[in-house]
């Protein structure tokens, strides 16, 4: 992932979580058949917060427990200006490859499943997204995480370049 990731304490935040995918997995032995279960959990705030987690155990209810924990775990902030995101964005991560554009307001969360699950919990409100790549929801899960984690806000892209705000707006 990028440098400029901001990590956050989760003792201080009121998260909500959005289950994304639940995976069974067969394993077949002498003694019969042995199912376990993995569970892809969204996390976040509504305000800026938001993360993913996986979790593998024999019942669902477990495994979507140790998603939620692993998830507060891997939590990354987020530039929200008035709803929508500051810049244009591509995230990679594996095959999957995701595009997450801001959007003015009242346009709403214009993205697929996976996707969706991130920006909503990020509390983005206006947003225009597209999965490039693999449609694997793990993947395009950790893509979106991604591209959020790499956005900048203007005050942060001002400080780094030693310059005021207006010359960031106009060039």
Known sequence: MSANIQRVRTS????????VNVGR???????????TFSALVVVGDG??????????????SEAITKATEDAKKNLVK?????????????????AGKVRIAPA??????IAGGAMRAVLESAGITD????????????NVVKATVDALAKLRD???VANHRTISMKTVFNG
Do not use: C, D, M, Y
């Open 127 to 138: 947003v225009l997204a597209k999965s490039l790549g693999s449609s694997n929801p793990h």
């Open 104 to 109: 003015s307001h009242g346009t709403g969360v």
């Open 25 to 35: 997995v067969t394993k077949v032995t002498k003694g019969g058949r042995t199912f």
């Open 47 to 60: 305000n800026g917060v938001v993360g993913h987690g996986l979790g593998k155990a024999r019942e669902v």
């Open 12 to 19: 201080e935040l009121e998260l909500k979580e959005k289950l």
């Open 78 to 94: 987020v530039p929200i200006l008035h709803g929508t995101i500051p810049h244009e964005q591509l995230g990679k991560f594996g």
């Open 154 to 156: 203007p005050l942060t």
